[in-house]
């Protein structure tokens, strides 16, 4: 027996049958969270706001537009969510400089790319929240240009200069002299 489509789970929830909705939960819940993480860098946070964008579905299931495919739909919630709360809160990510204890015992290779994963996620986490989710969408949810205009309704023009802004200040930051 073929799982049902996310279309067919849609119409089970529309109907009050919450098992249904919980399989599209389950069918999303890890992209939503990887969407929120990237763009909060905070893992409790991540995860109250994925919660929430599942939520906000539930709450809007007999108006979601069933000719569109949830799965872009929910994660689009999810960063909304996450970009009004930095908004919000007008955070200004600080970079961690605690280290772990072991990591002085880590081959030199081994650490060289634990450091330089650190940088990348610092300088990620440094750049504005509109830059921050084009990213995301691109190079982690592998959407192409015409896919994240639409998502973030924005236009294509847009998406291309946010990108490139955001690879010359990454390149910037990672490139700068310590």
């Known amino acids: ?40 860098h905070e893992r409790g946070e991540a995860e109250d706001l994925a919660q929430e964008a599942f ?11 069933i000719e569109r495919e949830f799965g872009p739909w929910i994660r689009r919630v999810a ?13 200004t990510t600080e970079i961690d400089d605690e280290r772990d204890a072991d990591s002085a015992q880590l081959p030199e290779a081994v650490q060289e790319v634990s ?30 240009y015409d896919e994240i205009a639409n998502e973030l309704n924005i236009p294509l023009s847009d998406v291309k200069s946010h990108l490139f802004r955001a690879r010359k200040l990454l390149a910037e930051k990672l490139h700068a002299p310590d």
């Open 115 to 144: 450091e330089r994963s650190e940088q990348i996620r610092s300088a990620l986490a440094s750049l504005p929240a509109n830059y921050r989710i084009i990213v995301e969408l691109r190079h982690y949810q592998e959407m192409s």
């Open 55 to 65: 939520i906000r579905a539930y709450d809007r299931i007999h108006i979601f537009d």
């Open 79 to 91: 960063a909304n969510l996450c970009l009004n709360h930095l908004e919000s809160q007008k955070v």
């Open 1 to 40: 027996m073929n799982a049902p489509s996310d279309r067919d789970l849609i119409l089970q929830a529309r109907r009050g049958e919450a098992e249904a909705f919980g399989e599209l939960v389950t069918r999303y819940q890890t992209s939503v969270f990887n969407v929120c993480y990237r763009i909060l």
